[in-house]
């Protein structure tokens, strides 16, 4: 297959084109810079900057991954509040721009998303047809596939991947949950009570390719394990993991002065169950949150 990728270089995307290229599979990814791996696979086409023609390349693509938008773990300050949502809507405004551009339309555009969306809750269990939050995050997600639905008027089938929490050692959250128990100063984050919807970074490579290939899977898709923890059990279990102790709680109001707004990702949380994928039949390598950690730290 063809298929093209904007956030490439980011932490889903660089995991999942290499695997795209170790499985045969033609690679495009749309960068804004001209000087990026002189590489026949995967191949780098330069988008968003003036004058920029990527639909040129991108004739018989036989899907769009859409990637890209700034990152979430950064101080949320209003002025990088925007720049996050903005990043997301001119992206995908460009992607759907691309679509109608293209003579053969892909069949299929994978649309990056969150389970923010849902908002924060510690007794609610959220599957895809629960209905969105009001907060800042939970306004960018419908914000954000409100305008990749726009696919559709092309005929293009749209799958929102609203990704959980990525584990990975190379990037995402996983590094800095991982930091103060390495410094024997691991322990409880705020009441411990909050939820964390997981997902190891195979099984979101493997759910996009099923994405990809199940012509019966569209819209919101939720990309978490099917077994999520409370921040306490997460703790306990990477302090095990690890080998380290997880005794020296971290406050509430500390986490909040340190990080801003930016602290509701680790001191609230949402229970989120992945019923879509689940009932599309696919299989998940990771379901035990000790072996995730496990194979990713190498323990």
Same mark, same amino acid.
């Given at each position: ?28 990814? @749309?960068?804004?810079? $001209?000087?990026?791996? &002189? ?17 040129? +390349? ?19 300050? &209003? ?7 903005? !990043? ?5 405004? +460009? ?17 990056? !998303? ?76 705020? $009441? ?20 990809? +290939?199940? &012509?019966?899977? &569209? ?7 099917? !077994? ?9 279990? @990477? ?23 930016? $602290? ?13 994928? @689940? ?13 995730? @950690? ?6």
């Amino acid at each position: 297959m063809k298929i093209a990728i904007t956030g490439g270089t980011g932490l889903v995307g660089s995991a999942l084109s290499s695997e795209l290229v170790r499985n045969g599979h033609e690679v495009i990814i @749309l960068t804004r810079k $001209s000087n990026e791996q &002189d590489s026949h696979n995967p191949r780098y086409v330069q988008w968003l900057n003036p004058a920029d023609q990527p639909e040129n +390349e991108l004739e018989g693509t036989d899907a769009i991954v859409n990637l890209a938008g700034a990152t979430i773990n950064d101080r949320w300050t &209003d002025e990088y509040k925007q720049r996050i949502i903005d !990043s997301r809507i001119k992206a995908t405004t +460009e992607v759907n721009r691309i679509i109608k551009a293209l003579e053969n339309k892909p069949p299929v555009l994978i649309n990056a !998303s969150a389970v923010g969306y849902y908002g924060t809750s510690l007794t609610e269990e959220f599957t895809e047809q629960a209905n969105p939050a009001n907060d800042f995050l939970a306004d960018t997600v419908r914000r954000w596939e409100a305008e990749a639905i726009h696919a559709n008027e092309s005929g293009t089938r749209i799958v929102l991947c609203r990704f959980g929490v990525i584990l990975d050692k190379k990037g995402g959250a996983l590094p800095k949950m991982i930091l103060p128990y390495k410094l024997f100063a691991g322990g409880k984050v705020g $009441s411990g009570n909050q939820w964390l919807s997981w997902i190891h970074i195979d099984d979101v490579i493997r759910g996009i390719m099923f994405a990809i +290939e199940n &012509d019966r899977l &569209d819209g919101p898709v939720n990309f978490v394990a099917p !077994s999520p923890v409370t921040m306490d059990q997460f703790g306990q279990i @990477l302090s095990k993991v690890l080998g380290r102790p997880h005794w020296l709680p971290v406050p509430s109001f500390a986490l909040k002065i340190a990080m801003g707004d930016m $602290s509701m990702l680790v001191l609230e949380g949402q229970k989120v169950v992945p019923a879509k994928l @689940l009932t599309s039949g696919f299989n998940f390598k990771y379901t035990d949150l000790e072996k995730a @950690l496990r194979e990713i730290l190498g323990k």
